[in-house]
Each structure stands twice: as structure tokens, then as C-alpha cells.
């Protein structure tokens, strides 16, 4: 069966900070990637995808990078965090079938 | 932007039915309208989708009006568990394209 997993859960940075989450999926291959942010109270932004190694596309212009390094790894990075980055992020795939969206357990960052 | 416009919030009673509404005026031909739930601090989770044809799972049905206009998805016998915020999306069911997601429904199931 298909699992995902990122971490960390939760982290605490000051600004200025670097980041790194990290997101993995086992159990399928060449999946789709996904990055989302969630504000505080707010909707799914979606804010990078992935539709094979080394291929991202970005979503919206921000502080945040994103790379695949490997088929089922995707990572989300800043050099410098802002306070506006805080926020509840999740990692997601989709797989060769296409019909559904699988999410991560999620990553809560507060940048103090 | 997402294509469907739900209510912002409803209340259910435990053990109601809770019917939760979705308006996508403006579906193609070729996509489907998916329902998602996230629980507070959570990911979304999957409920059910579906083209044209009513869809029934051990989780929720879906009903989708004959000009797939609007669409509702039931849940027959809510229970506190259940209170978390709803997703409507209509999106082509294609390995390709990205899944949108709208503000959504929060609903609460009260005791």
C-alpha cells in the first residue's frame, strides 16, 4: 500500500532562518508531488508541484524553493524565513491513475 | 481559482443527516466533482467523486443534479467525528491536472 510521510510535525525558527521539510512516498512510483500551505483559518494554497525528478513548477511567487531529488522525495526550502511564511504545510501525491489526492500528515512552522 | 461556491458553515444535528451543498455552474463535460474533509490539523482525507451518476461509499453519497449544475454530499447519520470542513472540487480526472481547493464548509455537529 501507499504511505506518505513529512516532518518535521512542528518547528519553531526565528526570522531569518533556513528551512527544510522534507516529504516521502513509498508504495507507488513517478507519482505527482505537491506542496500546500494553510494559514491560520484559511484555505489550501497550493504552492509547488512535481511531475518527475528535477521538474517544479511553481505556483505563486514567494520566499519558498522546492526540489525533487529523487522519484518520491520533494522537499520545501527557504534561505531566509519570513513571519508570513508561519503556517500549516502539507505534502501530497497523486499517482499514474490520477483520480485522487493523497495528503501527508502535515508540518506546523511558526517563525517567530 | 476554484471552480464551485459552497455555504461557509453549517450545523447538524448527531445522528442527522447532514447534506452539505455544492454549485459548480460552470463544470465541462469532462470533470468530475470530488469531495474532500479536513479534520482540524490534519490533512484532507478523500470522501467520494464522481461524473454524473449518484455515488455511494461507506462514508458519504454523493448526488449530482441531472445538469451537474450543483451537487450535494450526504452523510446519513452524523456523528461528532464528523465536524470538520468539507471540499467541493470539480477538477478533469487526469493523472495531470492539479487538484484546487476553495475555502470550503465547516461543519459542525453538535450533541
Known amino acids: 500500500s501507499q504511505t506518505i510521510h513529512q516532518w518535521p510535525a512542528t518547528l519553531v525558527q526565528p526570522v531569518g532562518s533556513p528551512l527544510s521539510l522534507e516529504c516521502t512516498v513509498e508504495g507507488t512510483s513517478n507519482p505527482n508531488l505537491y506542496w500546500y500551505r494553510q494559514a491560520a483559518g484559511r484555505g489550501l494554497q497550493l504552492l509547488f508541484y512535481s511531475v518527475g525528478i528535477g521538474q517544479i513548477s511553481s505556483e505563486v511567487p514567494q520566499n519558498l524553493s522546492a526540489s525533487r531529488p529523487q522519484d518520491r522525495q520533494f522537499i520545501l526550502s527557504s534561505k531566509k524565513l519570513l513571519l508570513s511564511d508561519s503556517g500549516f504545510y502539507l505534502c501530497?501525491?497523486?499517482?499514474?491513475?490520477?483520480?485522487?489526492?493523497?495528503f501527508g500528515e502535515g508540518s506546523w512552522l511558526t517563525v517567530v | 481559482d476554484a471552480k464551485t461556491t459552497q455555504p461557509p458553515s453549517m450545523d447538524c444535528a448527531e445522528g442527522r443527516a447532514a447534506n452539505l451543498p455544492c454549485n459548480h455552474s460552470t463544470i465541462s463535460g469532462n470533470e468530475y466533482v470530488y469531495w474532500y474533509r479536513q479534520i482540524h490539523s490534519q490533512g484532507p482525507q478523500y470522501i467520494i467523486h464522481?461524473?454524473?451518476n449518484n455515488e455511494t461509499n461507506e462514508m458519504a453519497s454523493l448526488i449530482i443534479t441531472e445538469d451537474r449544475k450543483s451537487s450535494t454530499l450526504i452523510l446519513p447519520h452524523a456523528t461528532l467525528r464528523d465536524t470538520a470542513v468539507y471540499y467541493c472540487i470539480v477538477r478533469v480526472d487526469n493523472y495531470g491536472q492539479n487538484f484546487v481547493f476553495g475555502p470550503g464548509t465547516r461543519l459542525s455537529v453538535l450533541p
Open positions: 464522481g461524473l454524473k
Open positions: 501530497a501525491w497523486i499517482g499514474q491513475i490520477g483520480n485522487t489526492i493523497y
